[in-house]
């Protein structure tokens, strides 16, 4: 196959050997259960729990109903939640689904996360939380959130679905915040084919998330909460034992990767690449690259656009903000926050994962790199 004509995706899902998810399973026949925090789903709590080096953790069938319980494990169901515009649109919705409203905070430019300066002019008598997101693995400004938010006796909720595996000061990333939150669908660095967890150090919190996480049953007589059906089933679990063993194997691919990028982009006038943040054990999650037309000759649509008629998947990501989706839109105006709406027209999320070849690598950055010529 011609070079040109191999298609390289933005990314792929880390998969084990067929054989060792079939001896993974064996054991579900055994003793017949699927579902509802099965033995695999408890050894993998258990393992999860460990290897992130958290207190305690909830599994969940995604990400979003992590977060969606989280906030009302907590006890958040009105009021005012300061939130990123530059994420996922999951993010939003588990706020707006909670029955709370989003008040939308611009970014950090460096790093892309939420801008801790201009938090506290957002805050009113009616807000209960701040909903910070880790982009890119880029983690947020964690102490300068939490500082604003033990002064104005707010709640702490990270959306951590970039952030698998990463450490921040030593400590593992879920362990910041009233809780954290991670996804672990099918495009993450780790995954259980759809999945996602809620990291907690309070046992409140714990004992509302698993009744939460089961329709609110305490028992076979008692509900004593309006929960949803957000249970881990057995094979997801068993996917994610199997990836577990293989996750230090991926992120130390990954990180090839990076570097290799990092060899062919980096200082080029126009381009300007991920920060490489202090105290920070990176998971290597993403490799977005922003794109200064006027300097770098051509914008991001362009360089998309070339990647795409050479066969290489890229993504926009994020683009559009939250506050310029359909749903949102009428309700919000994003010039609001104009560091966001600028990056977001700009950044381009290139192809990584750990089976990306090193001259796969090369290939995406001489495309990019003529586009500047």
């Known amino acids: 196959m011609a070079e040109a004509d191999k ?20 054991s579900i026949w055994d003793c017949m259960w699927i579902t509802n925090m099965g033995p695999k789903h408890e050894e993998l709590r258990k393992k999860l729990s460990e290897y992130l080096g958290v ?33 996922f649109v999951s993010t939003t919705h588990a706020i707006v689904r909670s029955g709370l409203t989003p008040v939308f905070c611009d970014i950090d430019p460096d790093d892309m996360t939420i801008d801790p300066d201009k938090i506290e002019e957002l805050i009113t008598d009616r807000t209960v939380a701040i909903v910070p997101v880790h982009v890119y693995g880029n983690i947020c400004h964690i102490e300068d959130i939490q500082a604003i938010a033990d002064k104005h006796g707010l709640k702490v909720l990270y959306d951590a679905a970039h952030t698998f595996g990463e450490t921040y000061k030593g ?57 949803a059906n957000a249970k881990m089933n057995e094979f997801c679990a068993a ?18 990767v990076t570097t290799r990028y990092r060899e062919h982009l980096e200082g080029i006038p126009g381009i300007r690449l991920n920060p490489v943040q202090k105290d920070v054990k990176s998971n290597h999650a993403y490799f977005p690259a922003i794109f200064d037309a006027a300097v770098f000759g051509a914008d991001r649509d362009e360089v998309f656009d070339a990647l795409n008629k050479n066969g290489i998947g890229a993504r926009k990501y994020f683009y559009p903000i939250t506050t310029m989706m359909d749903c949102y839109r009428d309700k919000y105006n994003a010039e609001d926050t104009p560091i ?32 500047g010529r």
């Open 171 to 227: 400590k593992g990333i879920g362990a910041y915040g009233d809780v954290s939150c991670f996804s672990f669908h099918a495009t993450k660095v780790y995954n259980t084919i759809e999945g996602g967890a809620a990291c907690f150090s309070d046992r409140e919190t714990g004992r509302k998330l698993g009744y939460l996480r089961d329709f609110g049953i305490v028992d076979e007589e008692t509900v004593d909460c309006i929960g």
């Open 239 to 256: 996917m994610g034992l199997c990836n577990l063993r293989h996750v230090d194997e991926d992120i130390a691919k990954r990180a090839a």
């Open 55 to 87: 207190d305690g953790i909830e599994i969940f069938t995604n990400g979003h109903m992590a977060i969606e319980l989280s906030l009302h494990a907590l006890g958040l169901y009105e009021g005012e939640v300061i939130t990123s515009p530059f994420t």
């Open 7 to 26: 298609k390289i995706l933005v990314t792929r899902p880390s998969i084990p050997d067929m054989d060792e998810y079939i001896n993974e399973i064996k």
């Open 340 to 371: 966001a709406l600028k990056i977001s027209k700009e950044v381009l999320s290139l192809p990584l994962y750990p089976g990306l070849a090193a001259e796969e690598v090369d290939r995406i950055c001489r495309v990019i790199t003529d586009c």
